[in-house]
């Protein structure tokens, strides 16, 4: 049998948060590595209009509540995938690393060029 997708049951909210700190974390601009394989993530973007930039990839938005809700970080730090510092930094758990949300390719844009 193959491996259960979202075998934590994450919401939409928590998938696409989780999502984009994954994305902060493969960025020396955002993240660095801690003890025990886990990443820090700090010094999230800021929106401008309708949207933000994570590396070369555009985030609409509408698709990073998330990253502004503590109830998003709670309910992501209660299931082990990250230590919270709401609202300043992430902290992910090599478990929070490895965790499959199957959302990269849907919210994180990225150029044809």
Not at 76 to 100: H, M, Q
Request: proline letters at 8%; charged letters at 15%; a neutral charge.
């Amino acid at each position: 049998m193959p491996p259960r997708r979202n075998p934590l049951n994450l919401n939409a909210l928590q998938l696409k948060t989780l999502t984009l700190l994954q994305a902060l974390a493969r960025l020396p601009a955002h993240a660095r590595a801690v003890d025990g394989g886990a990443v820090i993530v700090s010094n999230l973007p800021d929106p401008h209009g309708d949207h933000f930039h994570i590396g070369e990839a555009v985030v609409l938005t509408r698709d990073a509540t998330g990253l502004a809700n503590p109830a998003a970080w709670a309910a992501l730090e209660r299931k082990g995938l990250i230590r919270s510092n709401f609202p300043l930094a992430a902290v992910l758990t090599p478990e929070g690393l490895a965790y499959d949300t199957g959302l990269a390719d849907t919210i994180l844009h990225h150029s044809g060029h």
